[in-house]
């Protein structure tokens, strides 16, 4: 029988809460929140999830009860599934999926010009949206409303654009053909709205700001995954093709909270000017995303910290070529070295991480190690 195995309204959930609600208002002098989403090994939303809504169940209770087994201050939730595809489909992308994978969208245009044809479908009629939807209904009746539901991460306009027109032809037209990307952006704003409004209507329990973060039941704002334009636009093209986009979600869900893979230090400052953000996300280590190496060092990740809460996480690629394979040692000669040199306030720690087959007992040990290192005992 598939069913949730602690109590929702514990002491230690209602503490993560706490943790993490001070992180995100960037309360002075708060206990750092440590983190650890990996505790389960079965996340996906591939063709076979996407088809049996048990076995997403299976997968949803399974990582919650995980979170709940281990130290964690992260609260447990239920899995949404994966969004990235949701609004393209709706403009004419055809959602394809490769065995054991997420789906991914085929690229509907290859002529900026055919934008002026694109009309939005019905949400009922957009096989990814409505098969959310009824998975946000299969899931409140089978484990009830006390866990929050992970809401969506929804894509970034501009990210949903290079998914609906051929990335080359999207950078070109930025230039040779401004007043298409910028109705394409709109029209993908617009219906991004509406498909959150739609999933907050049947949601009794939303769990904020959602995929990607460490979320809680208040409602601090909406993650927006902000990736293709992160990386792939100057400052100057971001603050005309993505910003105004990103402001206007900022404005409409009352707070911003940016994903993004990569290096985006040249667009950091950029992100300080979306209306309502909130905080953001970054893959620290020299590999992916590189921190400054004194709080006093002149650098928009600098500047980021002194206004925003943020979320610092590993992975195997930000580890780079010196510190694969050696988790600890990256996370005090590296991470923690570079973060207390400044405030933390407003600071959210994934733990040091552990090797592939890790088992929960595992996980216990790495979250306890990173707080004892946070702590400097």
């Not at 090797?355 to 040990?365: I, T």
Request: aromatic share 10%; glycine share 6%; proline share 7%.
């Amino acid at each position: 029988m598939i069913e949730l195995n602690f109590d929702p309204h514990s002491e230690w959930i209602a503490r993560a809460h706490c943790k993490l609600e001070a992180a995100y208002k960037r309360h002075p002098g708060h206990e750092i929140p440590v983190v650890e989403p990996y505790v389960y090994p079965n996340l996906d939303t591939t063709e076979e999830s996407v088809a049996d809504l048990d076995r997403m169940l299976e997968q949803a209770v399974g990582w919650a009860n995980s979170l709940a087994a281990t130290d964690n201050d992260w609260p447990p939730v239920i899995l949404s599934f994966c969004s990235v595809v949701m609004v393209p489909e709706a403009l004419g992308c055809e959602v394809v999926f490769h065995p054991g994978q997420n789906p991914w969208a085929r690229h509907a245009l290859s002529d900026i010009n055919e934008v002026w044809r694109l009309k939005p479908a019905k949400m009922n009629e957009v096989p990814m949206i409505r098969r959310q939807i009824e998975w946000i209904d299969y899931a409140q009746r089978k484990l009830g409303t006390d866990i929050p539901i992970w809401t969506l991460d929804i894509q970034s306009p501009f990210s949903v654009a290079a998914q609906i027109v051929e990335p080359d032809e999207l950078l070109a037209a930025c230039l040779t053909s401004p007043r298409e990307v910028h109705h394409l952006c709109q029209m993908v704003t617009d219906y991004s709205i509406d498909m959150m409004q739609k999933q907050f209507e049947i949601m009794e329990h939303p769990g904020f700001p959602g995929a990607n973060f460490p979320s809680i039941s208040e409602n601090i704002g909406i993650c927006i995954a902000d990736d293709s334009p992160l990386i792939m636009l100057s400052p100057e093209m971001y603050r005309e093709f993505a910003l105004p986009y990103n402001c206007q979600l900022g404005e409409m869900f009352g707070g911003i909270h940016i994903h993004s893979c990569g290096d985006y230090r040249h667009n950091l400052d950029n992100l300080l000017d979306i209306t309502n953000i909130r905080s953001i996300q970054v893959h620290a280590g020299q590999g992916e995303f590189p921190l400054p190496e004194t709080a006093e060092e002149d650098c928009p990740f600098n500047r980021a910290r002194k206004k925003l809460a943020f979320f610092v996480d590993v992975n195997d690629i930000a580890l780079g070529d010196e510190y694969r394979g050696r988790y600890k040692e990256h996370y005090t000669e590296y991470v923690l070295a570079r973060l207390r040199a400044g405030d933390l306030t407003g600071c959210i720690l994934q733990s040091c991480g552990c090797p592939p087959g890790a088992n929960l007992d595992d996980f216990n040990a790495a979250l306890d190690w990173t707080r004892q290192q946070v702590s400097g005992n």
